[in-house]
């Protein structure tokens, strides 16, 4: 027999009569009011507009520093311990904002982690509808398999994949590797659109194969070139890896650029950046994340600039200091922090460093296609 279903009652939202600016005069007719309003689950507007309509953003999350050095300590730890395999299919560890309750969440809508492989590890095929990449910030010998396309990952690659994309990954290499998921898998928690189906248990010897270059770099890898093969413009990126050697050369060309007098080169003075884009559009990559490469050259320090949505950044290389908020820390190779909704950000490069290069993915194209995305940069 069917259990049966018992409706639950949410308990009412408490409303006080209060004397304030702006309120109704508190008097037992008032008080009476506001008791018929518990009673119906109704909550008036003047009471509430202060915290759901405010002057300007104010983020649920905080600005936190999570260090390399630690992160990946704890990962090898858990690479001695925990199996890869059904049930928990990712050895996968969350940046949790201290700020968000104690969830897996970054930030309201990003999901960050460290995963962890250990030598001939295979992570299991599976796939969900939520967008996911790789960021890889030191290491070498793991290959991830999208859809069968064997896609190498090395130090620098940018490696997104849309949602319900068939995926798996094996560590081909005689030792652990480690590198930064991201996903937006918060959005679509609060969204409550996600789907996730298993795949099958081991790949094929074929897709285990290391060649130079993924199927997808080979059709799509080509600047300025698109397959005429391919008539249809994908929403995500059909381009399953940004290659370092790319990315490096486009930061130093502008800073170069800079150098012989180009105006405009950089975003500001010894401030280069390149957005990953979808070779098919020109969009972002992902229709939920934003990701960029950017480099603040020695000595140098990037304008303060507000978003609206928040992003997360890693160190690739280098060291420096960074604000964000009222927070400043200092950073190298392989850090996390987060950046929430309008918290003014700063980025400095200690003047004994080359440059300060960061990875940074976003929210932003959720917020552009809802017309809500805003941008301040301070004046030099």
Known sequence: MNAAVVDTVPSPVRLKAVAAPGQPEPTPALEQLYRGFESELLV??????????PPHPRSQAAPHLWQWSRLKALAHQAGEIVPVGRGGERRAIALA???????????PTLWAAIQYLMPGE?????RHTQHAFRFVVEGEGVWTVVNGDAVRMS????????????HAHHN?????MAWIDGLDIPFAYYTESQFFEHGRDAISDAERGTPDRSRSERLWGHPGLRPLAQPDAPQATPLLAYRWADTDRAL????????????????SPGHAAVRYANPATG???????????????????????????????????????VRVGEREWRVQRGDLFVVPSW?????????????LDLFRFGDAPIFEALHQHRVQVDPA
């Not at 008036?44 to 309509?53: A, C, D, F, N, R």
């Not at 130090?155 to 068939?166: C, H, I, M, S, T």
């Open 252 to 267: 130093a060309d502008q800073l170069a650029l800079e150098d012989e007098g180009h105006a405009g080169a950089t975003l």
């Open 122 to 126: 295979d992570a299991p095929e599976h």
């Open 44 to 53: 008036p507007l003047w009471t509430e507009i202060g915290g759901l309509m």
């Open 283 to 321: 969009r972002d990559v992902l229709p939920t994340i934003r990701a960029e490469m950017h480099r603040v050259r020695r000595g140098a320090c990037s304008r303060t600039t507000r978003e609206t949505g928040s992003s997360v950044w890693q160190v690739f290389e280098g060291a420096g200091s």
């Open 155 to 166: 130090r620098g690659d940018f490696l997104p994949q849309a949602g319900w994309n068939w």
């Open 172 to 176: 081909a290499a005689s030792e652990p």
């Open 97 to 107: 904002n201290p700020a968000l309750g104690g969830r897996p969440f970054a930030t």
């Open 343 to 355: 918290q003014p950000l700063q980025l400095r490069c200690d003047a004994d460093a080359a440059s």
